[in-house]
């Protein structure tokens, strides 16, 4: 698989890889990464580091490591290490043989870990978790130090020995690196390096009960791979003294951290526990729901591989946080649909129409083009009878002035086939309209008179004895509000109750019986759609993908 261009544009990380390049601080060399944990599924954020990680290895020909940082198996699954395979593939990225895993290094870490013991620079704490927290300070009070960092380094090492062995329990003790307890920085106030997790884990097992810290094994592990160039979202920049102190106090390979903005969209949340919650109280389907964030649910929903890099290109590279509006993503699929959908035909809440001067038992075939701008994606035959459905918002009994749709004595244009004119209004018992009777002009076959008149409305349709059933479903923003959960709101008060509306009994052009789940369709004047992972061949089921049209826009104005 060949890696997609994706970020071409200059911006700051490029600059300093300039400047490294330049002075040969790598020896020419540019090695990125891309590190999730394994505790949940990769969502658009991941996507803008995805793009920018792998982007940049390509653009200099260099390489980009897929490692994941499996240091906390209570929350790690191979179930998430399969699904983030699954998704950097999809978005079109291809790790080669630089694949790694936190736990390929649990040895080396352990014995970094001893030589900063062996420095007196780390040290066994007896302290809970309260505790330290009580002994770390605050932003304006140094904090305290602990009772046992004068430990001897003897004493350290056999306890360091006995907590790999499994002889305390968990939370007994720690590793904490010794550095200083009054540093304005809360990171460099002696963090904890290790803990004690008598936990399994997904790839070693029960060799290990101590586990390493993130801000611990990081570092490290960009060291061991050689990276030139971690780059992070922008709340790991006071991390980064830390970074540095491990790697300056081992004396190792050092990379070069690097901060940027990570991705805020609005009308969504990013948080894995928020994420996680909605999933768990089943707001949302499952991971892979429509409306949810992650690439696995924007797969689902029909959301393209080339939109979302295209949207990490247009939202660029910077050093401040910044809440991207939902309607440049969703433009960027638009975009991306516009020129890869095939046209269809589909009606979404049918009304009958019966054309009286039709001949009964007669079908006829128009060829229609599956892309009006690109006639080498082909044509097919949709098939026209006495009897149709047209959308019932298509007709008014009574309609206002700029109504340039079907009306009783008003002519339209059907799309593909003839003029038709609405004759006569069945409606039953309840006063609601059940069935148009309408006539049609034989000589406008195509959309065009012979004698020149011309009619303002075009309508879409599918012939009632040929169309095949249908469920659709019309998903929209998750939230009714483009920050939810800010001003100490309840982000589950602000979830949208029409993020999600079913439609049953709707029509749809034969044809797309055999449209493969998550192939992108254009229903001609309703939006983009996809088949699917529900949808069977006697029980279609149709995601809407986005609107023609931002349908959000007046509202915000408004």
């Known amino acids: 698989m060949s890696t997609p261009e994706v970020s071409p544009a200059v911006n700051f990380i490029r600059h300093i890889i300039d400047q490294d390049l330049e002075t040969a601080k790598y ?7 891309f590190p999730p944990e394994p505790n949940g599924y990769l969502h658009i954020g991941h996507a803008k580091s995805i793009c920018l990680n792998f982007g940049l290895a390509a653009a200099y020909g260099g390489a980009c490591h897929l490692r994941f940082d499996d240091t906390n198996p209570i929350k790690e699954e191979d179930e998430y290490v399969e699904a983030i395979k699954a998704d950097v593939r999809w978005l079109g990225f291809d790790w080669g043989a630089n694949l790694f895993y936190a736990s390929d290094y649990f040895e080396k870490l352990y014995q970094y870990a001893v030589a900063l013991i062996n420095k007196g620079k780390a040290y066994v704490c007896s302290l809970s978790a309260e505790e330290i927290r009580e002994h770390r300070g605050t932003l304006t009070e140094p904090g305290k130090d602990s009772p046992y960092r004068n430990r001897s380094v003897e004493e350290n090492l056999a306890l360091f020995e006995k907590m790999r062995r499994g002889e305390f329990a968990d939370g007994a003790h720690v590793l904490r690196a010794k550095i200083d307890m009054a540093s304005p920085n809360l990171n460099l106030r002696d963090p904890v390096m290790y803990r004690i997790l008598t936990a399994h884990h997904h790839r070693t097992g029960d060799k290990w009960c101590i586990y390493p810290m993130y801000d611990f094994a990081h570092g490290q592990s960009d060291s061991i791979e050689r990276i ?16 540095d102190w491990f790697i300056r106090e081992l004396g190792i390979y050092a990379p070069q951290q690097i901060e940027f903005a990570r991705l805020n969209l609005t009308y969504t949340v990013m948080s894995k526990r928020k994420l996680l919650e909605l999933v768990g109280e089943k707001h949302v389907s499952g991971w892979d729901d429509p409306r949810m964030p992650t690439l696995t649910g924007m797969r689902r929903r029909g959301y393209s ?12 590279v910077g050093k401040s946080d910044s809440l991207i509006d939902m309607s440049v993503l969703e433009d960027c699929v638009r975009e991306d649909l516009n020129e890869v959908a095939p046209r269809a035909l589909a009606v979404l809440q049918p009304l009958k129409v019966v054309i009286e001067n039709y001949p009964e038992g007669q079908v006829e075939y128009f060829e229609a083009a599956n892309h009006p701008q690109k006639p080498e994606m082909g044509s097919r035959q949709v098939p026209f009878s006495r009897e149709i459905y047209i959308e019932r918002d298509d007709f008014m009994e009574d309609p206002p002035k700029k109504f340039f749709r079907l009306a009783p004595g008003r002519e339209v244009r059907l799309r593909f086939a003839y003029f038709v004119r609405c004759d006569e209004v069945v409606k039953d018992a309840n006063g609601e309209v059940v069935e148009l009777r309408c006539s049609y002009d034989p000589e406008t076959r195509g959309g065009s008179a012979p004698d020149g008149r011309k009619v303002k409305g075009t309508i879409h349709w599918v012939s009632a004895a040929h169309a095949l059933p249908a469920e659709v479903r019309l998903y929209d923003r998750l939230f009714t509000v483009p920050n939810p959960g800010s001003k100490q709101s309840d982000y589950r008060e602000q979830l949208n109750p029409e993020s999600l509306v079913k439609l049953s009994g709707c029509r749809v052009e034969p044809g797309l019986a055999e449209a493969a789940v998550g192939e992108p369709r254009q229903f001609e004047r309703l939006g983009y759609f996809c088949a699917d992972r529900d949808s069977a061949p006697e029980a279609l089921v149709f995601n809407r993908t986005v609107t023609l049209r931002d349908s959000w826009a007046k509202q915000e104005q408004g």
């Open 27 to 33: 020896e020419g060399r540019v090695v990125t990464r």
């Open 228 to 243: 030139t160039h971690s780059i992070c979202t922008l709340e790991f920049e006071d991390h980064r003294p830390l970074y």
């Open 305 to 316: 591989p080339a939109a979302i890099r295209n949207f990490c290109e247009r939202i660029g």
